[in-house]
């Protein structure tokens, strides 16, 4: 049975407690918002299939999306999923600074255990907040990312659902790219980069039948 | 048809599988019917192998929660068990397989009590697949998080003891899954190690070993010996319960197997199990270790040391056992007097050393009887074969462990080594090997090698066995031979293997014993360094640059530095010749070089760990062992003062104190006598004084000892009384946390309850009070428009018949005029009819009148049609207050919301406090731990400076020893000169009698 995708890419939400990481997942993979913080213990995960460009014959990368607890208690539980992650969305919660602060420590742990390659994206969650909560300026994280090497920055509100397709088709278009430079292995299987071959395979097949038909 | 079957027949053959699983995942959480779970949980097992990420993320909880929920149904339990180990099992092929989900899966046990205790529980099922399964899955766990999962079964209410259980289990599977899980269940934790032991697993596994057939009993055999290894590693108090629970004879029994031919196929497991038996019994002798000698006698009492010796020496065992045999009996005797006695009375069977292994087996004699040193020379220094290598090392060892700690012992076996030698006897001789180096002792370099490492070990450090190696000489001078010693006839070997350029192994044996035996001992160096012609090979083969093995070099470079260290003015080759020999000729950065990069050389600086790895890697030719390890400490240990030693002044000298005395001088005054005899008074006293001092402080320094013996005892008895109150405060915490987190957490709970019920009643009420509200408004709207409409009505109906009236009015009005002319008219015209005129005339007042009635009645009826209207607008000024009313209701209503709003809003701050006061319960718990373990640092730091005290007071004592030791010198030295002046002065006093007696008056 083919698979409806061509890569399986593995992607980890970190970033303090109750800043949305959750959130941000069940937005993305059921598209429903949970106003209640049901506190994940160690790490919950779900997926996702995301078109590469908007073109019909796209090709699709299907993000494993690993959610982890932000609570200190599982720091040591959390960092095992860490390592052989292809994409990470480091989270904070733009109406509490401490969140941002400690994105530093966040950043130095996943540079720390995950691969070298590693696609990160920063995301400030909750702007739907509005600026009269806001506690970190969207200049000064900016600023931040580039200072940190990181590149892409961008806030979403897993409530009202602003920027949070954006966040991961931008992580799932990097890791896209990197495949199609070379930056990774694929046969190499401590990345968490797969490819389809059954789909891979299938897919030539039907580039040949399209263009035995043309001629 | 079942569900699946339902599903099934529904999907399109190439439907996707994924929503497949995501409705059965639906199912297996939503369904209220057992059969209608089962069914989805038998899809999902059918999807675990090929879509294990879909099936994990969807369905694990509802897998899991089915294990306590479904738990009387054992069939469903079964599958639930499957599918989840199906999740497990790693798969490269499979994308969807990745380590991740064995780990999350494993969290999602570890990380929730409740799913181990339900798995914990599930081992005790009778079902034998529920059994197994569920043993099998934990194995799986804790292969993927150990300590946490060994924190969880150690959390779980009987959890060792239920998984023990299993071991019980009469179904081989159970059992071995069991053993297995134990395993890997106390591997380095000593807690659950002692629970362990106390669920009396050494008698169980004791038990199947028994019952597998011992030795011969196969892997399984294996495994239970690999879980003694685990609760006996290091863990002195399952030592000791092993110890006097009787099982030291049960462990010898295993070793009790019949010395005979072994079929080949089953050798290598039986092998195997005789190998990880000894190494059991090894974990309880390891030298140094707590409770080492206590075992080493319990052993010993058991007859393993007897046992060990059998397999050691029979021509059945092969070489790797009979090492590993060896080697046990090294650290069984190690250090310990009243074995190493014993010891050397033992006997073994003997072994032709120069015969191959298979011939020997048939060949064996069981009368034929060696004692076991014997035994040992032969195999270590006679027994070529390179199979043997081991073997022959860890006979070494043997012996390194017979002298170790014993001087007794050693000078016997060196007194016995020199007779035997200087007899001529034929047998294996450590003596002999060394002096000679003959063709078949150059065939095997290690004879050599390993005679210079026992040997080494009879006099390192031992003043006495190196004195009495050094005087013996063996030539018989009458007869006209050669006297040399055994220093002489060694440096005269290593010489020629320098210029022959032997096997270095023979050349480094040589060298490690001349740089320990010499070391501090200045005769020795004297009796090398009457060979000047040593030194020059030895210098040569250092500046050597072509194909020169660095670590001989550096060996030779850093024993002439110890030859210069110890060399004295009066040395055959005096210290001011050998100085620029060294300093010049070879040159001193060519010596710091070579003596550097001996050091730096992996085989010295790794040495530790290559021991370790030579072991495994083994190829063709000899081994890559070329140093002993108590050289190597040697060397390490000396390493900065031999290399040092080359910029040291040849006019200052180390030792001098063996050799002695200067010469007598001459032509001494006499005054010089009398300075010298008041010298010696003072002295005398000086002495005396020290004496007593050092009487005193000896008396202090066992006061001193008692006290902090004392001290340290008390210490550690409240080192131990606080940490069991440590333990006892933790304990105690712990229960009381987790009491107040429960109690905390079901007040949550209840509030949580609360705050939901009261928000849903409040919402409720809102409802209600809106609705009915409502209603009421609507009613009263319908109402107010009815009415409204029934004014309007009436209004205009009113306003109808008021017109008509006055219509009516008028026109009788416009009539009654009328008439009223005509009548006129006619009155007019006619006279004659007056009367008729009149009498119409009076008609028609009449007329008016009725009609002025009419009139009136019509005026009449407008008022009271006015009036209605008034009376009906009355009214519905009353329904718009009713109106108002009711908006006022609904508004108190919303107010009513907003106030259980606002208690809900308390009652979530109050879960707050509670949080919070959970929280600093918490860190108070952390804080009293901590002060608990700082108080026992405290101690144990007093405990060290009283050591530190102790350590001081003895320097004290040494140092008075030392000034005693030298002013006795000093005054034997005294006495000596003043006999030589006496002497002299009794020869003075023939020739100048006058001038004696002038000194004695005067
Ligand atoms: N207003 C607003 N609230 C949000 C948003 N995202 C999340 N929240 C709320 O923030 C709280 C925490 O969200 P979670 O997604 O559970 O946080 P988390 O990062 O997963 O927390 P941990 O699992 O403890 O690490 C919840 O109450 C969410 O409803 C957002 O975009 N806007
Ligand atoms: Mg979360």
Redesign the pocket.
Known sequence: MPQPWDYIAKVVNI?D???????LTIRLCEGRF???????IGVEFGSRIIPVDTSPTAQKIKLQIWDT???ESFRAITKSYFRGATGALL?YDISRRATFTHATEWLEELRGAADANISIILVG??C??GNDKREVPIEEARAWAEGNGIKAFVE????TGEGVEEAFVDCAREIYRNIKSGVYDLNDKSHGIKTNTAKTSLSMDEQTKVRGGCC | MSLLGILQAQAPPKQDATSTIQTLCLRLSTSTLLEDRRAAIMGLRSFAREYKETVASGGLRGLISTLSKDSEDVDTIKVVLETLLLLFVKDESNSESSEDIALWLTDEFTQKQENITVLIELVQDSDFYIRLYALQLLVAILNNRPSRTQECILTAPLGISRLVSALDDKRDAIRNEGILLIINLSNGHTDIQKLIAFENAFERMFSIIELEGGVDGGIIVQDCLQLLNNLLSFNVSNQSYFRETGCVPRLAKLFQFAQEPVPSYAKGQSDTNIEYAMRVCRLFVVPGGLGAAANQNAFFGAGILHLMLVIAFSGFSDFPVRAEALRTVADLIHENSLLQENFAQMKVQYLDPTILPEVQAQQNNPDDLCYVIEGLLDLALLNSSIHAFDARLAACRCLESYFAGNQPVRLHFLNHAINLHAQGDESANVLTCLINLDQDSRGDPYRVWLASVIFLHLIYSDEEAKNLATSFKEGDADAGEEVVTVIQSISANLVAALEHNYDPRIIIGYLMLLCTWLFEDSPAVDDFLNEASSVQSLVSTVKQSSNSNVLIQGLCAFFLGILYEFSHKDSPLPRATLHPILASRMGRDHYVNKVTKLRENPQVRDFEVFRETNRRKRKIGLPEVYFDHTFIDFLKDNYSRVLRAIDKDPGLETHNTINGIPHALNGISVELVDSLKAQLEDKDEELQKLQTTCLTLEQKITQEQHESQRTKEAAAAEVQKANAATEALRLQYDVELRATAQKARSEINGLEGQIQRTRWEASEAARKAKEYGDSEVAGLRRRVAESEAATEKEKAERAGEVQRAKAEGEKAIEEVTSRLHSAEKEALFAHESLRKSEEHARESDQRLKTSEEALKAANERIASLEEGSRRQKSEATILQEALTAAQSRLEECTKQQAASEAQIKDLETTLRALEASLIKEQSTHVRILHEAQESAAALEVRVKELDARLSDAEHARKEADEAAKQSAAELDDLFIVLGDLEEKREGDKVFFPFAVCEIYSG
Request: some cysteine; aromatic content about 0%; hydrophobic content about 20%.
């Open positions: 970033g407690s109750g800043c949305g990481k959750s959130s949970n106003p209640t913080h049901d506190v994940t607890a932000g609570q989270v969650n909750k739907d907040l979403t509100s897993a409530k």
